[in-house]
């Protein structure tokens, strides 16, 4: 699965695992039941959102049920949320009927849960709740670079020049959101056309900086909302080795 965090207006954060492969699947059509069982956790300190001395006793459970609902109603873990205490998990089944009674079979006391269905033919809960929107995506792709650097040995507190790339139907689409980030401290390194790719015309912008999760995730907010303005989209970005 795949994980990132969201800081609410409250500032709580939130982390949610999702497994990506279903995109390309979803709706499933087969599967048009949703079916969720909530798990309030202990409280915990130091940001964590699983106890230390449950984690294992959880990871047991979630996995005995995972194989369970698989076995007798064929349904597939979609993604799982940690939020106010409780770690939510959502599954699509071709059915609901028995979903509860494995639940209940599973849990025999070990957590508090609260369970429940509902018909979600259109996968809705997973492609608008679940599945990361853009920005999301960015930060995901961040953490991966950031960690490749790390294990190059990197300084990410140096600041360096870091290339954005931002993808778009037209020429001029491009050419109007190089005016837009220029005035907001970006260089423009070049354009790319491929007339193979609908969103042929690739930009290049830079910005000095250092490799920091909160500047990305503020940058690739700024380069996404202009790349939408345009009709295009942020494409992710990339850097040297500091020096």
């Known amino acids: 699965m795949i994980e990132y965090y969201i800081n609410s207006a409250d500032e709580s954060l939130s982390k949610t695992e999702v ?7 979803a709706p499933d059509k087969s599967a048009p039941w949703m079916l969720w069982a909530f798990v309030k956790l202990s409280e915990c300190e130091d940001g964590l959102f699983v106890a230390e001395n449950e984690v294992e ?12 609902l698989s076995q007798e109603i064929e349904a597939g873990l ?16 071709p059915t609901a009927k028995r979903f509860q009674n494995i639940v ?3 849990t025999q006391s070990q957590f508090m849960v609260d369970s429940g269905s509902s018909k979600d033919a259109k996968w809705e809960h997973y492609l608008y709740n679940l599945y990361p929107n853009e920005l999301m995506l960015q930060q ?24 954005h790339y931002l993808a778009f139907f037209t020429e001029s689409n ?7 980030l220029e005035g907001h401290g970006f260089t423009h390194k070049g354009i790319s056309y491929d007339p193979q790719d609908d969103h042929g015309y690739t930009l290049v912008m830079s910005k000095v900086h250092t490799i920091d999760a909160t500047i990305l995730e503020d940058i ?8 939408q303005e345009e009709h295009g989209h942020y494409s ?6 500091s020096e």
């Open 174 to 180: 491009a050419n109007r959101a190089i005016a837009i």
């Open 19 to 25: 497994e990506m492969d279903y995109i390309s699947v």
């Open 78 to 93: 979609v993604g799982k949320k940690y939020e106010d205490g409780w770690l939510e998990l959502y599954y699509y089944a």
């Open 104 to 106: 209940s079979a599973v």
């Open 140 to 163: 995901i792709q961040s953490r991966y670079i950031i960690e490749e650097l790390q294990e190059a040995g990197d300084d990410l507190s140096q600041e360096r020049e870091v290339e």
């Open 236 to 241: 992710g970005w990339g850097t040297g080795l």
């Open 220 to 227: 690739a907010f700024e380069l996404i909302t202009t790349a």
């Open 57 to 68: 006793k959880l990871e047991a459970f979630v996995s005995e049920l995972t194989t369970k």
